[in-house]
């Protein structure tokens, strides 16, 4: 289930995500296979507004194999994209679906030199098939998704969806709406957006 406050007055921008939770107990080796992730952080601060795209190859052990992040931050090289790698990063699930997972920092990295860092609070869906997190560190807001990948599904028909974007600049937006993929490569998007619009000059 997805949604945005699309229909709200004033500055008020968001993203709601949300996923059936386990029928069954959950542990760590209910994480297995490769999953996709997508994360955007804010820190507290548009100054260090980051977003970053990485794969996942659970252990099923509480371990992630090393992890190779690329995205970009406001505060790192002007913006411009980067490619990091992470090791000893880890995971735990509780039985009922929920868990933590920890990022760590790379020796002489700063939590604002990072694209991922960090800890989470991780939930995942029935099937073990998507994974949401929320950053549990002070001052640190972001929004993580993970879908896992290798399905063998084709990329077409009608699909629900929803974003939100922040600009160091103070431009943020956020939408819901619908698109149809024809499996041609052609895709139609429709969508409800809520804009913070700039001050006239």
Do not use: C
Not at 1 to 21: K, P, R, W
Not at 123 to 145: E, K, N, P, Q, V
């Amino acid at each position: 289930m997805i949604g945005s406050s699309t229909e709200t007055s004033g500055s008020t921008f968001d993203l709601f995500v949300a996923v059936q939770a386990p029928f069954t107990p959950a542990s760590n080796a209910s994480l297995s296979g490769k999953y996709l992730w997508g994360r955007s952080i804010a820190q507290g601060l548009g100054a260090t507004v980051r977003d970053s795209f990485f794969s996942l190859q659970p252990t099923g052990l509480g371990g992630f194999s090393d992890i190779s992040v690329a995205g970009h931050a406001a505060n790192v090289s002007n913006g411009a994209q980067q490619s990091q790698t992470m090791t000893g990063a880890r995971y735990n699930l509780q039985t009922d679906g929920s868990g933590t997972a920890l990022f760590p920092l790379a020796i002489g990295s700063g939590s604002t030199q990072q694209l991922l860092a960090g800890n989470e609070s991780i939930f995942i869906s029935s099937g073990g098939r998507i994974i949401l997190g929320t950053s549990s560190d002070a001052g640190t807001h972001d929004l993580l998704i993970g879908v896992k990948a290798g399905d063998g599904l084709a990329w077409w028909d009608k699909f629900w969806s929803a974003g939100l974007r922040f600009e160091t600049g103070g431009q943020a937006s956020s939408y819901s709406g619908s698109l149809f993929a024809d499996a041609a490569g052609n895709v139609t998007f429709s969508r409800r957006v809520h804009q913070l619009e700039p001050a006239e000059q």
